[in-house]
Nanobody, 124 residues
Framework: EVQLVESGGGLVQAGGSLMLSCAAS????????IGWFRQAPGKEREFVAA????????YYTPTVKGRFTISRDNAKATVHLQMNSLKPEGTAVYYC?????????????????WGQGTQVTVSS
């Protein structure tokens, strides 16, 4: 059974930090690119960051570049999203997703597998 399990969400004040983790199982993790998306209430799911299977291609949405860092540990089948200098507009459910072949990593439909999400709330 394919599973992507996010963890690390919570409540943080603006300017604070959180590290999200995505633990994968049930598929060959090394073959897959992993993306992070977020969805705020009443809004569409939006791309946050993505990392290729070898970590040689990394992408960020402009609003998080310089504040967020995505990384992966293939030996542990885990991806991390370090989020610094968090802003209230970062409040959302954060999802990780896996894609075997991804040409446009910012597009949700490129990804085959999704986790259930973890809530991040940034207070002002």
């Amino acid at each position: 059974e394919v599973q992507l399990v996010e963890s690390g969400g919570g409540l943080v004040q603006a300017g604070g930090s959180l590290m999200l983790s995505c633990a994968a199982s049930g598929f060959i993790f090394d073959d897959y690119a992993i993306g992070w998306f977020r969805q705020a209430p009443g809004k569409e799911r939006e791309f946050v960051a993505a990392i290729s299977w070898r970590s040689d291609n990394i992408y960020y949405t402009p609003t998080v570049k310089g504040r967020f860092t995505i990384s992966r540990d293939n030996a542990k089948a885990t991806v991390h999203l370090q989020m610094n200098s968090l802003k209230p507009e970062g409040t959302a459910v954060y999802y990780c997703a896996a894609a075997l072949e991804v040409r446009r990593p910012q597009l949700p439909y490129e990804y085959e597998y999704w986790g259930q999400g973890t809530q991040v709330t940034v207070s002002s």
